[in-house]
């Protein structure tokens, strides 16, 4: 049960790179900005609940705040790591509720394997969704795990944590009113009801509706992608072949999910018929056996983490299609399916009572957790590294061309950008990465031009140049890589070249040999530049300069 939680410890520490990106500016770089500018307590206290995009990050502001506080920095490797233990908080909880079953500790096996793998990168390797969904899917699982165990008091601030992590999490007031209602805890029920809406009103309050509003227009007219979406929302972790298209990718996700809904509509078809008999004496002869306290709080808790799931499958189904079918199983989101996994699973192996069932649906939860986590590997660790080197080098343009990290060059949110992070620099509250740094010192120094035996082929194109060479290799190694640089006397680019898309039958890999990048006019002021590639490998640079380009 280690093996997967230490990998994926490594891959976070290993290739974890201490730079913002996109949207981290706004509850990061930009708010730490503000708040050490503004010595307003109220003023303060509204950046900490400020918006952010259709979000609160609250728990992600006060985390940045507590490092600042402690260590007069603003560290994105932090933030990364950081957000990564409440994931592994996310695992201990499971495996106290787990516990409350007396099964061997063997049928856990699988909940490791399915909750650490890969295919959720961009959650805990990106700032910003590391601390929206890592907190949010902890507090929502800690809230439900104390609400089964009737520590209502400790549930109650759990689901205020949760709202205030992102917007997912108020999610978590319809998920405990699901399991006070089928525990006939009514007056647990209004208190619960009164605190959430309360949560929830004030989350609210002043927050536009950031354009969903048409989302309703778009389900309206396409009602079958939603439905589509929310099982492929939820079957997310069966997206094994990420760059085929969206049809290919999305087939498998909906049809496992499907599959998994049989047994869960049957399984909450059990945990309803008590309810119906005690309340109305409807179903008596369709209910199950009395429950021990320890089994009936174990499925309370996955009963709630499960209202919490559909609901929002139920949500994100109905908002996200207009952007495209392929946010639903977008890497952002896939922690949510790996909880729908454990779930279905765990809910089977408590519920049914014939041995040789259970330990044929430990097998092949062990089987399918094991093969997920395996492909993701495959799949995705290569992503991973690519994805960190793009980070660095556009890190370096950051900060010495003022853009890089995700806006447009030149433009009004890049300068707005350029000055946050000179800012921060110049007071000592953030530092680049060395890396970057380095690799430009070496290219500044290099005078000897592209070797001829390497066919690397350029094109003027209308809007940018093309550069390819169908040589280089792919390296999982984090410093290895292929970049493309302009130089002249005042300023040098770096830009990353990414490898070429594999086009042959094996439908698990991703890259094949060469690299390719156009690099955009737009991206490089006026002037005549050296042109050239560099291959990094361990501490050994080659490539050379290309030849000239000019840019009107």
């Given at each position: 049960?280690a093996?997967?939680?230490a ?9 974890s ?38 979000h609160?990050?609250?728990i992600g ?15 994105f ?5 950081g957000?990564a ?7 201990s ?7 409350r079953s007396?099964?061997s ?7 490791p394997?399915?909750l650490?793998q890969?295919?959720y990168h961009?959650i805990f ?7 929206q969904?890592?907190?949010?899917v902890?507090?929502v699982v800690?809230?439900m ?7 209502f008091?400790g ?17 978590v007031?319809?998920?405990?009113v699901?399991v ?11 208190a619960?009801?009164?605190v959430?809406a309360?949560a ?22 396409y ?11 939820l ?5 094994f072949?990420?760059?085929k298209s ?9 049809l496992m ?6 047994w869960?509509?049957?399984w909450?078809w ?5 309810w119906f ?6 179903f008596?002869?369709?209910t ?9 709080n174990l499925?309370?808790f996955?009963?709630g983490i499960?209202?919490?799931?559909l ?9 996200r299609?207009r952007f ?6 977008v890497s952002n ?9 454990i ?7 408590v ?10 649906a430990l ?6 957790g ?6 993701s590997i ?5 992503v991973?590294s690519?994805r960190?080197?793009?980070y660095?080098?556009n ?10 990290l995700?806006?447009?060059p030149y433009?009004?949110?890049?300068r707005?950008?350029?000055n ?7 007071n000592g509250?953030?530092?680049?990465p ?5 690799l430009?010192r070496?290219v500044?120094a290099?005078?000897?031009?592209f ?10 194109r ?5 550069v ?7 390296s999982p190694?984090r410093s290895?890589?292929?970049y493309a ?24 890999r991703?890259?094949d040999?060469g ?7 737009s ?10 590639i560099v ?5 050994s ?9 000019t840019?009107?």
């Open positions: 049960m093996v997967p939680v990998l994926w410890v490594g891959v976070i520490l290993y290739y790179v201490n730079l913002p990106w996109y949207d981290d500016f706004d509850p990061f770089p930009d708010f730490l900005h503000k708040w050490i500018t503004n010595d307003s307590l109220p003023e303060r206290l509204k950046l900490l609940f400020q918006p952010n995009n259709e609160r990050m609250v502001k006060l985390a940045t705040l507590v490092y600042y506080w402690v260590t007069g920095h603003l560290n490797t932090f933030l990364h790591i957000a233990v409440f994931t592994l908080g996310t695992l909880v499971f495996w106290r509720a787990f516990k007396n099964l500790a063997w049928y856990f096996l699988p909940v394997f399915l650490f890969l295919q961009l390797l990106w700032a910003i969704c590391g601390w969904h890592q907190p949010v902890f507090f800690l809230s795990f104390l609400l089964s165990g009737k520590r008091a549930a109650l601030l759990a689901g205020v944590c949760a709202t205030y992590a992102m917007s997912s999490g108020i999610f007031w319809p998920a405990g699901v006070l209602l089928l525990r006939s805890q009514y007056k647990q029920l209004a619960w009801i009164l959430g309360v929830v009103g004030l989350y609210f309050y002043g927050m536009s509706a950031q354009g969903n509003e048409s989302s309703f227009a778009f389900f309206a007219k009602p079958h992608l939603s439905a589509l979406g929310f099982f492929a929302f079957g997310g972790l069966f997206d072949f990420p760059e969206i049809v290919v990718r999305s087939a498998l996700p909906v999910a499907f599959i998994a809904m049989i869960v509509v049957i909450l059990r945990q309803l018929t008590p008999a005690r309340t109305f004496g409807w008596k002869n369709g199950t056996d009395a429950q021990s306290d320890s089994t009936a499925n309370a996955l009963l499960l209202s919490f799931l609901v929002e499958a139920l949500i994100i189904g109905l908002l299609p495209g079918f392929f946010v639903m199983i989101y896939k922690i949510y399916p790996a909880l729908f996994l779930v279905t699973y765990l809910s089977f192996v519920s049914t009572q014939n041995q040789k069932l259970r330990k044929l097998r092949g939860a062990a089987l399918v094991l093969a997920i986590w395996g492909i495959y799949s995705y660790l290569p991973i690519e960190r080197k793009y660095t080098m890190g370096y343009n950051q900060e010495h061309n003022g853009f890089g995700g806006h447009v433009s009004e949110a890049a707005y950008v350029d946050v992070m000179k800012y921060l620099v110049q509250v953030y530092t680049y060395k890396e970057g740094n380095e430009g070496q500044n290099l005078t000897t031009a070797p001829v035996e390497r066919q690397v082929i350029i094109t003027h209308d809007k940018g140049i093309y390819n060479d169908p040589e280089g290799t792919i190694a290895d890589g292929e640089f302009a130089r002249n006397g005042q300023r040098l680019y770096f830009f990353k070249m990414e490898p070429h898309k594999y086009t042959g039958r094996n439908f698990f991703q890259y040999k690299f390719d990048i156009e690099i955009p006019h991206s490089l002021l006026p002037g005549t530049y050296d042109l050239g291959n990094v490998e361990g501490a640079l080659k490539g050379g300069v290309l030849g000239k380009v840019i009107p």
